[in-house]
């Protein structure tokens, strides 16, 4: 026989007992489905026992390249100071002085 008006909506209140089956039975299929589908993590590789340096995972690139380039600058500034420095205290072959070689050693 054909209903000329839906059946009504169920309640939807549910027991704590049939509310606790329920998250327990969703928690136990989102472990499954975790287990099989979710990839593990990588462990991070064993580092080289002849590594020098090691640079920590979680710094960004743009980072890296900022300290690169203020190291550079850095090393820059300290090699022109350190020839001014070799420049100032070895006198290369003046007139009136001492012959010196081109490295300051005296020839001869």
């Not at 203020?70 to 500034?77: C, K, N, Y």
């Not at 300290?78 to 420049?87: K, M, N, P, Q, R």
Request: aromatic share 6%; glycine share 6%.
């Amino acid at each position: 026989m054909f209903k000329a008006t839906p059946n009504p909506p169920q309640s939807g209140h549910k027991s704590r007992l049939q509310a606790q089956e329920e998250k327990k039975l969703d928690d136990a299929a989102t472990r499954a489905l975790d287990y099989y589908l979710k990839p593990k993590p990588a462990s991070p590789p064993e580092p080289d026992k002849n590594q020098l340096f090691i640079v920590s995972p979680h710094i960004d690139t743009e980072t890296l390249l900022a300290n690169a380039s203020e190291d550079l600058l850095s090393i820059s500034t300290i090699a022109a100071d350190l020839a001014d420095d070799v420049g100032r205290l070895t006198p290369l072959c003046r007139p009136g002085n001492q012959p010196y070689g081109r490295w300051g050693a005296v020839v001869g």
